[in-house]
């Protein structure tokens, strides 16, 4: 069976290349991501561990999902344009299992050959990345990233099981059809699909839309990444889907328009709605692009808003200091004329216990900051948005206020305990409030009692001023003093630009996983209209002419794209909508429309760009030198 499965793979190396460079830019996407993954967990004194893992694990989920999918459809449709060749083996004698071993040692020699390959770039790609994690102050000056053979392994052992049931899949319908039926089958499709399918896909349907609407029951990030899940889930849905509803939809095409096409506009529609198991095997890497990177950066944009939201809501103080002199000039900015009321703010660097399990350190501490805050904070200054006990409670030491995202991650309510590792000390801290501003103050929140046992208490590098004279004022005598005055609205708006860097690194990982996505997609294209040289030969000796036929596969790219753009919107909406009505309230929807727009011009070209570029090929291989 070897010797067969590489006498196929060597006859259909074309189809089979395209379905190599997917898997190995597959290889190289997990293999960037298994990079900070293992250099997360490795950690080091160099490194901020939890805070790689958390980013690692965040791009991981949507890397997985978006990867199998595109993985599992090329694999899909570089051996549904095999079916004939199945059916003729089985004709001539072969058994299903021996059907099935050739598909699956074929797919295991591409998959061991490219991801490993694939891989190589991606470690390349992720030292790259090392200016920008130095950047976000997630590596220090010269550390670099730990670098070992593991996530190539990863990604081979991620990437071949799946596409083994990718391949099986796409041979299972021939092995379980009579040799005879087979044969006739594979000249044609079946758009009917199956019960169990029928039920997966409103399983997934259903699921993706419960998804969408998770911000409204669970809050803060958790809850808006989980919202980013649902596109996934709906694009699957219509994946599944897919040959039903393009067949429908298709033959009312046909009936709206009646008689009033062209020659070109009717075969394509035929061949839309003929074909519609390989249009979604097209459609879906195409949507999948604009659905994820559409939601990435409308739930990146939405949680930066609601960040920004909460932490103007927290500052109620009519000026904020700031500035390197702020710790000496303390006293002198109590005692100032006109200054009514100040809160002092400090921060600093501890662990979290996240995990009761017995995890490496890396998974189970994460490193965050918090807060020091008065006790007797007014909230005339500083509003956290407490929601159960109090911040008075802060004055006993070994105390600690959470943000309701903090206590869901973490299972803990008031008068429960945190575990947290402070200057290599572990303690324990009770709970004495919750507050639902996390987004904008932090998670974690402690008193000068319970900060002063553990490396002492911290200078202030913020503070915030209420003033009984015109603010204006109040700020010249305050600059007199050599500190950095500003209004809340400035000060916001120059922490939000100082998580720009992590923003951006956020970005360029969202880049690459794009560009592997449109690399997919171009391919199914690529594959599925190179693969129709001999229909299209059918067709031009039949009658049709060579520009009828390239105008034919232009109007099915053109409605392919179409179709494409409108799955990757529909399936965009939910979660925009829930992310934005559990994190913003009733405001307009946090879309990213340049993102979006960019991304549905990127759709359409690549699907008319592909498609033509091929079909220009293949049609002037067609007829020899027949006149046009």
Known sequence: MWTLALAGARAHRAALTGTALTLAAAGAVLSTVGVLAESGLRGGADIDGGTLTTLAASYTGTALVVVVLVVAATVTLALRGRRREFALLRTVGATRRQIRQQVSREVVLVALLAVPLGAIPGVVVATRLEPLLREAGVLGSGSALRLSPLPAVAAVVVLLPSALLAGRLAARETVRTAATDALRASAAEDAAIGPTRRLLALVTAVAGVAAAFAPLVVPGTIGGTSAATSAFLLVGATALAGPLLVGQAFARTERLTGGRRPAPTRLALHNLRGFSRRLTTVVAPLALALATGTVQTSVDGAVAEAGRQ???????????????????????????????????????????????????????????????????????????????????????????????????????????????????????????????????????????????????????????????????ATAERLRALGLTVGTPEAYVATVIDSDAALQHLSTVLLLLLLVFVGLGAANSLVLTTAGRRAELALLHRTGTTRRQLLRMTMVESLLTGALAWLVGTVAVLPAVLGVSLGLLGWQPPAVDLTTYVLLSGAVLLTAVGATGL???????????????
């Open 310 to 472: 909460q932490l103007r809501a927290a500052l109620t103080a009519d000026l904020v200091v700031t500035g390197a002199a702020l710790p000496g000039r303390l006293a002198d900015l109590i005692a100032l004329r006109g200054v009514t009321g100040v809160v002092p703010l400090a921060d600093r660097r501890i662990q979290v216990r996240t995990d009761d399990d017995d995890l490496p350190d890396s998974l189970a501490w994460e490193t965050t900051g918090v807060r020091v805050v008065p006790a007797d904070a007014s909230r005339t200054l500083f509003d956290p948005g407490v929601t159960r006990g109090a911040l008075t409670g802060l004055a006993k030491a070994g105390t600690v206020a959470i943000s309701s995202d903090a206590a869901f991650e973490l299972g803990r309510g008031l008068g429960d305990t945190v575990e947290v590792r402070d200057a290599g000390t572990d303690r324990r801290l009770r709970v004495v409030a919750v507050f639902d501003r996390g987004l904008g103050v932090g998670d974690y929140l402690i008193g000068p009692a319970t900060a002063e046992p553990v490396g002492g208490t911290p200078a202030a590098t913020v503070a915030l001023v209420s003033t009984s004279q015109p603010p204006a």
């Open 614 to 628: 091929t079909a220009w090929w293949a049609i002037r291989r067609v007829g020899g030198s027949a006149r046009r």
